[in-house]
């Protein structure tokens, strides 16, 4: 069992930056895959930007590549996600992920097993 808990979101203005932290439980953290997904109103959630079990490999979403960075400190049981140059179509609630994919990473959610609750990020124009 992992619980995830989000931390780092809130209000900032377009071209500004914000690190988003996500802090597990458990002594098995270094196993999972870790992902950032977000939902903005009336949108499907989506894949922002992943991580294998070692930090190893990253994905990203074409929309937030050159601006989001992924990493993780596995020993610290927390994954993070540096966004810079934010955008007003940024705005969603960032939710980050957990699952064992093996030495991989996806940006398919079914892949992920477990979820934290979410932190809003604004972005205002």
């Known amino acids: 069992q992992v619980q995830l808990v989000e931390s780092g979101g809130g209000l900032v203005q377009a071209g500004g930056s914000l690190r988003l932290s996500c802090a597990a439980s458990g002594r098995t953290f270094s196993r999972y895959a870790m992902g950032w997904f977000r939902q903005a109103p009336g949108k499907e959630r989506e894949s922002v930007a992943a991580?294998?079990?070692?930090?190893?490999?990253?994905l990203y979403a074409d929309s937030v590549k050159g601006r989001f960075t992924i990493s993780r400190d596995n020993a610290k049981n927390t994954v993070y996600l540096q966004m810079n140059s934010l955008k007003p179509e940024d705005t969603a609630v960032y939710y980050c992920?957990?699952?064992?994919?093996?030495?991989?990473?996806?940006?398919?959610?079914?892949?992920?097993?477990?979820w934290g609750q979410g932190t809003q990020v604004t972005v205002s124009s």
């Open positions: 992920a957990a699952g064992l994919i093996g030495g991989s990473v996806s940006g398919n959610y079914n892949s992920y097993d477990y």
């Open positions: 991580i294998n079990w070692s930090g190893g490999i990253t």
